[in-house]
């Protein structure tokens, strides 16, 4: 479940110096950019083949898309529907999606979209590791989530860009978030065209890690197709958690890391100087050297540290579920079921089209959809990789409606349960909500599902979340 990287380990002994005086880092493989990869390759049997719903959307044959849509034959005491939504003719690009309605009011509950980060990542880590009705019991065993953000909203969870988990495309891979956007939009407009009771509902997208990007770019879009769509998206609101958004704010490591005793004063200075690279490359608009930069800093903090940067309380990671996540996908059965056929399980391709993306700012849209929509920009305390007090800095450097307010907003106590434990602390302004979850590293819904339930189930119907 492990977000933004695969991490290429290397000793100091074969480390060099540079004029600098620091360890050069730039002769090594640079850090990758996933949740965990999956080894889910197929095994030989009846799959089926992929159901893809748009020619029969073109046709006007919505109650046969949504009929062939709903998974009979996995877990069916939990409705729920899933195909693919063509989205570029040209290369062929279509998006994997899973439905559940709201097990509560499916006619009044929000909808909500799941994005994972990456680049790359699929949102089946949401859905069986985070915050998805499924969770894994066992080896062979899956039971129901107690947390389950589909109990009270319906959720939509969908693999993007084109070529991540079990979403494909013939080279039609986004390389900017434009074409993420894009490519989102035109999904989501088909997925209310077969969902259309669900139009008018109030629409949540959310997610974590690379979404910081995602979630900014698909809100940009709908505010833009909106006013003259034939399929209106009821747009609310955005939830980003643990969210890179801004890289020039958000990478500054040195000092957090050395005030939590975790790296001592000279690594602190061979970050800051990497750091300040970054940030120059970033500011020259150099991208594919920011990105190089970025993944050494990333691989000399963890060196450095040897702990695990989503959540550096956790002294062994546990990766079991990914392991019965790789069973499973690799099962016909399940294939079968959720219409996916033999279509290979993929990531390989997307974060390296969408490399020099990384250090770009996406805070501009964030600002922008601010004056017309509520955000909310929750951070676990105890991550490393996307880390709290740099996610407040470039809060505090975003120039928004409310940016004033904000910088002199009073901190909140969000108390929660029957001993009013303090789930975390929130601050307020305009349209802008931001929570630093406590005890809670990269995946606030994997390492605090009840906060992250209430949280959610509060911020989709605007209810204030502080006491």
Same mark, same amino acid.
């Given at each position: ?72 034959? =996995?877990?069916?005491?939990? /409705? %729920? &529907? !899933? @195909? ?118 109030? =629409?949540?997208?959310?997610? /974590? %890690? &690379? !979404? @910081? ?127 996916? @056929? ?126």
């Amino acid at each position: 479940m492990y977000i933004l990287l695969y991490i290429v380990l290397f000793t100091i002994a074969s480390t060099s110096v540079d004029s600098s005086g620091f360890r050069n880092f730039f002769n090594k493989p640079p850090f990758k950019d996933f949740y965990g990869k999956l080894d889910a390759n197929i095994r030989v049997g009846d799959a089926g083949e992929p159901l893809i719903l748009t020619d029969l959307i073109k046709n006007g044959d919505i109650k046969e898309a949504k009929a062939k849509a709903k998974v009979t034959d =996995f877990m069916p005491e939990v /409705e %729920s &529907y !899933a @195909g693919y939504f063509r989205v570029d003719e040209t290369y062929n690009s279509n998006l994997f999606f899973w439905f559940f309605p709201s097990q509560n009011d499916p006619t009044n509950d929000p909808v909500i979209l799941w994005l994972q980060g990456g680049p790359g990542a699929t949102s089946m880590f949401g859905l069986f590791q985070e915050n998805g009705p499924f969770v894994f019991k066992g080896k062979d065993e899956i039971g129901l989530r107690e947390t389950s953000w589909t109990l009270q909203n319906s959720v939509l969870y969908i693999d993007q860009p084109a070529g991540t988990g079990w979403s494909f495309t013939n080279e039609g891979y986004a390389q900017n978030q434009t074409k993420v956007g894009n490519d989102l939009y035109a999904a989501l407009v088909q997925f209310f065209s077969v969902f259309n009771e669900y139009q008018n509902n109030p =629409f949540i997208i959310t997610g /974590e %890690s &690379y !979404a @910081g990007k995602y979630i900014p770019a698909i809100g940009h879009a709908i505010d833009k197709y909106n006013p003259s769509a034939s399929v209106h998206i009821n747009l609310q609101g955005m939830a980003i958690g643990n969210g890179l958004t801004d890289p020039k704010y958000q990478i500054k490591y040195a000092d957090y890391l050395y005030k939590h005793g975790l790296v001592d004063l000279n690594t602190r200075d061979e970050l800051d100087y990497l750091e300040n690279q970054t940030i120059g490359y970033i500011l020259r608009e150099e991208y594919q050297q920011a990105a190089e930069s970025m993944n050494y800093d990333l691989n000399l903090i963890s060196l450095e540290c040897g702990l695990d940067i989503y959540n550096y309380l956790t002294l062994v990671p546990d990766n079991s579920e990914q392991k019965y996540m790789e069973e499973l996908f690799q099962r016909e059965d399940l294939r079968k079921a959720i219409h996916v @056929g033999n279509t290979e399980f993929d990531d390989r391709n997307v974060y390296s089209n969408l490399s020099n993306d990384i250090p770009v700012s996406q805070a501009h849209l964030v600002a922008d959809l601010l004056s017309k929509y509520r955000v909310l920009i929750y951070n676990g305390q105890v991550d490393i990789i996307v880390a709290y007090p740099m996610t407040v800095d470039y809060l505090q450097n975003l120039k928004f409606d409310s940016s004033e307010v904000y910088a002199k907003a009073v901190r909140q106590f969000w108390q929660t349960g029957k001993d009013n434990v303090i789930a975390g602390y929130v601050k307020t302004a305009g349209n802008l909500t931001e929570i630093m979850v406590r005890n809670s590293g990269h995946m606030v819904p994997a390492d605090q599902p009840y906060w992250a339930l209430e949280m959610i189930n509060k911020f989709a119907r605007n209810q204030p979340i502080a006491n």
